[in-house]
Every structure is written in structure tokens, then in C-alpha cells.
């Protein structure tokens, strides 16, 4: 069965950094677009940024470009979200989503054109 999982959430200070990882369970990450997404307490689910097929030009919210980046390893089956300067609006889960066309800033930001999701990972910013 087809399935993202996220790893590498955790506790991280403020204007510290963290790693998440995606990965696949019967799936090959390099036929898709990767998107990050996270959902604070309260809060409907966001986008964060997407990554294409060939890892090329990711697109980015304007609330974490400059902080954050995605990347990916194609043989290794695996997209990554590393976050630097993290603040505490950081904190929520984070996701993972699969989807079939492009990246672009629209699709990062738009939950619909996602159809398959990890169940997340928590990253909580505090000191």
C-alpha cells in the first residue's frame, strides 16, 4: 500500500534548526511532485512549499522563504524539509503530500491538488 512517512520532528529552540524527512512505502518519490504542508493547534492546514520531480526550483510561502528548504534525493526515495531561524509560528505538525503535475506557488499553497499525506511529524519551537 502506498504510503508517506515523516520523520524528524521534535523540540528545537528558537532560532534553531531541524530536519524532516519524507519517505515511501511502495512508492517512488521521483515521478511526483513533493509538497510540505503543517497544521498549528487551531489552525487549518498550510502550505509550505513543494519540490519538482528533478528537485529544480522549489517554490516556497513567503512566511518561511529564506528560512526553509526542500530538497530531495531521488535515489535515495526521499524529500527533505530543512528548517533553519525557526520561530515559534513554526510549531505545528508537518506533512508531507504527493502530487501529479508541477510545483509551482499556487499548488504550494493549496492543499487540493494533494492525494496522498503522511500522518506528520510534530515540530514544536520553544525555548
Known amino acids: 500500500q502506498f504510503e508517506l512517512v515523516e520523520s524528524g520532528g521534535g523540540l528545537v529552540q528558537p532560532g534553531g534548526s531541524l530536519r524532516l524527512t519524507c519517505a515511501a512505502s511502495?512508492?517512488?518519490?521521483?515521478?511526483?511532485?513533493i509538497g510540505w504542508f503543517r497544521q498549528a493547534p487551531g489552525k487549518e492546514r498550510e502550505g509550505v512549499g513543494c519540490?519538482?520531480?528533478?528537485?529544480?526550483?522549489?517554490s516556497y510561502v513567503e512566511s518561511v522563504k529564506g528560512r526553509f528548504s526542500i530538497s530531495r534525493d531521488n535515489a535515495k526515495n526521499l524529500v527533505y524539509l530543512q528548517m533553519n531561524a525557526v520561530k515559534s509560528e513554526d510549531t505545528a505538525v508537518y506533512y508531507c503530500?504527493?502530487?501529479?503535475?508541477?510545483?509551482?506557488?499556487?499548488?504550494?499553497?493549496?492543499?487540493?491538488?494533494?492525494?496522498?499525506w503522511g500522518k506528520g511529524t510534530h515540530v514544536t519551537v520553544s525555548s
Open positions: 503530500a504527493r502530487e501529479s503535475t508541477v510545483c509551482t506557488a499556487v499548488v504550494a499553497a493549496r492543499t487540493y491538488f494533494f492525494d496522498l
Open positions: 511502495e512508492l517512488k518519490l521521483d515521478r511526483y511532485v
Open positions: 519540490i519538482g520531480t528533478t528537485g529544480g526550483s522549489p
